[in-house]
């Protein structure tokens, strides 16, 4: 069972992501410090971490795109599939670089971001789901692209 698009472009999961960024970044300064004593500077250093790995994957897949970036999931009219670069490892680096993020985020400021974080995976998941079939409309070689870089968000994980 396929996701509705929410709009004839996609327009209600780019409002679902952003509400879901924002509620981020308000837990995460209303709970900042939520973490225990005891696990704040391991937690901190795998949130700097998934942060930088999170921009770096955000700029590549930014870059990647150029032209041909929107953050509505159906393609913009005109450009050509993206397959190299970031691309040619995962389909969508740029949802996988906001989950990196905002885990990154959680890590810096309580558990309590987890939540949003968590709700904000599965947003992308699903958002995922619904570009798949406006590229597929859009694109006929986006079958064989699809079958050849078998990662959808991160690169060897998910």
Do not use: C, N
């Not at 005891?38 to 998934?50: D, E, F, I, K």
């Not at 970036?69 to 389909?91: D, K």
């Amino acid at each position: 069972m396929r996701p509705p698009r929410l709009g004839d472009r996609g327009q209600g999961w780019v409002a679902l992501q952003l509400a879901l960024l924002v509620a981020i970044g308000v837990v995460g300064v209303l709970t900042r410090g939520g973490w225990p004593s005891s696990q704040r500077t391991p937690a901190a250093v795998v949130g700097v971490v998934l942060l930088v790995v999170g921009g770096l994957g955000a700029v590549l897949a930014v870059t990647g795109l150029g032209s041909a970036l929107t953050a509505l999931p159906a393609p913009l009219e005109g450009q050509r599939l993206r397959t190299s670069g970031i691309y040619a490892v995962v389909r969508h680096p740029i949802y996988g670089a906001l989950i990196l993020l905002a885990l990154g985020v959680a890590l810096l400021s309580s558990p309590w971001t987890l939540v949003p974080t968590v709700a904000l995976a599965a947003v992308l998941d699903l958002k995922r789901r619904v570009e798949e079939d406006f590229l597929a409309s859009a694109y006929a070689d986006y079958a064989d692209y699809r079958r050849a870089v078998r990662k959808a968000l991160l690169p060897y994980v998910w």
